[in-house]
C-alpha cells in the first residue's frame, strides 16, 4: 500500500513558486530520513534535497540551492518542499521518499520507500 502520498504539484510559470507536501505513515516516518528526488524525460532520478531524521541536517542538490528549502512537521507525519524561483529546468516528476537511519543520503538507492511521484511544470 501506497505509504507517502505526495501533493501540490502543477503548471506554473516560469519565476513562480509551489509547495510540495508529503504524507507519510508513522511507521516509516519517525526516525526516518526525508527525500525529494525528481526524474524529467530522458533523464536520470536526481537529488533536491533531504533533511535527517532529527531535522537538525538538510543538503540540497546543486541546481536547486537557494531556491528550495524542506522541512518536517513530525506531529503531521508530513514533509514540505517550498520552491521559490522556478525555472522550465525544474521541470519534472517530483517524488517523497524515506530512508531508515542516517543523516541524510544523496543516493536514491539509500532509500526504503518511494511516493508515486507528482509532475511539475514550469513553463517559460
Known amino acids: 500500500q501506497v505509504q507517502l502520498v505526495e501533493s501540490g504539484g502543477g503548471l506554473v510559470q516560469a519565476g513562480g513558486s509551489l509547495r510540495l507536501s508529503c504524507a507519510a505513515s508513522a511507521r516509516i516516518y519517525s526516525n526516518y530520513d526525508m527525500g525529494w528526488f525528481r526524474q524529467a524525460p530522458g533523464k536520470e532520478r536526481e537529488f533536491v534535497a533531504v533533511i535527517s531524521w532529527n531535522g537538525l541536517i538538510t543538503y540540497y542538490g546543486d541546481s536547486v540551492k537557494g531556491r528550495f528549502t524542506i522541512s518536517r512537521d513530525n506531529a503531521k507525519n508530513t514533509v514540505y518542499l517550498p520552491m521559490n524561483s522556478l525555472k522550465p529546468e525544474d521541470t519534472a516528476v517530483y517524488y517523497c521518499?524515506?530512508?531508515?537511519?542516517?543523516?541524510?543520503?544523496?543516493?536514491?538507492?539509500?532509500?526504503?520507500?518511494w511516493g508515486q511521484g507528482t509532475q511539475i511544470t514550469v513553463s517559460s
Open positions: 521518499a524515506a530512508k531508515n537511519g542516517g543523516l541524510g543520503s544523496r543516493d536514491p538507492g539509500s532509500y526504503n520507500y
